[in-house]
């Protein structure tokens, strides 16, 4: 029978401890997540340094061993800047986990692509901005093929790879099977398009299909003139698209929650759960 490959962003069931995060996990069902250490164990790299193929192995066999897959090894870090010093930095820090990618029992690391500046900026919908990321990108794609590892970029509102159109012409260009895509409907999503939001989730499925990694999932209304991120269910985002998709062509691939938590987790995972084996 084929299942819903729900997981969740770890960092958003709080800083538990590690056995406490695994129970949490499975009182959910939840069969995968999307890990960035930095965000649920802090204490355990306060710097990059730290990090090491122990540490790495430690979790990746935790989880392994709990029946935790770790879908995509979070990696939050701005690989357009303009600043070169801090691009140089992001890259570095992103190389390190492809490095550590298989310690972790992960083969997809992520990341959005940022910004060119100091958070968001027009400038970001321009085409110098697409090249910087696009530069990143290549650069990280060649190093993960060393590794047989996959690099999954998001595309974001505000970001140098803002749609499905820039996420499909990334993947052509690079033309690697090193670069997936990582897709959330809900970053594709602004005022001007909110009222076409089942198109634009059907023609970013339409284009990208085949290079979709992994899912992201959350909902979003608009309150007060502004899109406002909201837990799974509660928002306007009609998610029939997503999960026919998830059951009709691509099984099993992992879906992670996101910006959903505490309490309205269970009736999220409910909600999704219930239309998918509907449709």
Same mark, same amino acid.
């Given at each position: 029978?084929?299942?819903?490959?729900?997981?969740? *962003?770890?960092?958003? =069931?709080?800083?538990?401890? =590690?056995?406490? #995060?695994?129970?949490?996990?499975? +009182?959910?069902?939840?069969?995968?997540?999307?890990?960035?250490?930095? !965000?649920?164990?802090?204490?355990?790299?306060?710097?990059?340094?730290? =990090?090491?193929?122990?540490?790495?192995?430690?979790?990746?066999?935790?989880?392994? $061993? $709990?029946?935790? !897959?770790? /879908?995509?090894?979070?990696?939050?870090?701005?690989?357009?800047? *303009? +600043?070169?010093?801090?691009?140089?930095?992001? @890259?570095?820090?992103?190389?390190?986990?492809?490095?550590?990618?298989? +310690?972790?029992?992960?083969?997809?690391?992520?990341?959005?692509?940022?910004?060119?500046?100091?958070?968001?900026?027009?400038?970001?919908?321009?085409?110098?901005?697409?090249?910087?990321? *696009? /530069? %990143?990108?290549?650069?990280?794609?060649?190093?993960?093929?060393?590794?047989?590892?996959?690099?999954?970029?998001?595309?974001?509102?505000?970001?140098? @790879?803002? %749609?499905?159109?820039?996420? !499909?012409?990334?993947?052509?260009?690079?033309?690697?099977?090193?670069? !997936?895509?990582?897709?959330?409907?809900?970053?594709?999503?602004? #005022?001007? $398009?909110? /009222?076409? /939001?089942?198109?634009?989730?059907?023609?970013?499925?339409?284009?990208?299909?085949?290079?979709?990694?992994?899912?992201?999932?959350?909902?979003?209304?608009?309150?007060?003139?502004?899109?406002?991120?909201?837990?799974?269910?509660?928002?306007?985002?009609?998610?029939?698209?997503? =999960?026919?998709? &998830?059951?009709?062509?691509?099984?099993? &691939?992992?879906?992670?929650?996101?910006?959903?938590?505490?309490?309205?987790? *269970?009736?999220?995972?409910?909600? @999704?759960?219930?239309?998918?084996?509907?449709?």
């Amino acid at each position: 029978m084929l299942t819903l490959n729900l997981g969740i *962003r770890a960092h958003d =069931l709080g800083q538990l401890s =590690l056995a406490e #995060l695994c129970k949490q996990l499975k +009182d959910y069902q939840f069969t995968n997540i999307q890990f960035a250490i930095k !965000k649920s164990f802090p204490e355990y790299v306060p710097s990059l340094q730290s =990090l090491s193929p122990g540490i790495a192995s430690f979790f990746g066999d935790y989880f392994a $061993n $709990n029946g935790i !897959k770790i /879908s995509t090894l979070g990696c939050y870090v701005n690989i357009s800047s *303009r +600043d070169l010093a801090v691009r140089k930095e992001a @890259l570095e820090s992103f190389k390190t986990h492809i490095q550590l990618a298989r +310690d972790f029992r992960a083969s997809l690391v992520g990341t959005e692509t940022g910004s060119v500046g100091e958070g968001f900026t027009p400038e970001n919908f321009t085409e110098e901005a697409y090249q910087i990321a *696009r /530069s %990143s990108v290549l650069e990280l794609v060649e190093y993960a093929e060393h590794f047989g590892v996959t690099i999954g970029i998001e595309a974001g509102l505000n970001h140098p @790879l803002y %749609s499905a159109a820039l996420a !499909k012409r990334l993947v052509d260009e690079v033309q690697s099977p090193h670069l !997936k895509i990582i897709l959330d409907g809900a970053n594709l999503i602004n #005022l001007d $398009n909110v /009222s076409e /939001s089942d198109f634009i989730l059907n023609e970013a499925l339409d284009l990208l299909h085949e290079h979709i990694a992994m899912i992201h999932l959350k909902d979003l209304t608009v309150n007060k003139g502004q899109i406002e991120i909201v837990p799974v269910g509660k928002g306007m985002l009609n998610f029939e698209p997503i =999960l026919a998709y &998830l059951k009709d062509n691509r099984p099993f &691939l992992h879906a992670t929650l996101e910006e959903t938590q505490g309490e309205a987790i *269970r009736p999220a995972i409910d909600y @999704l759960k219930e239309m998918y084996y509907r449709l």
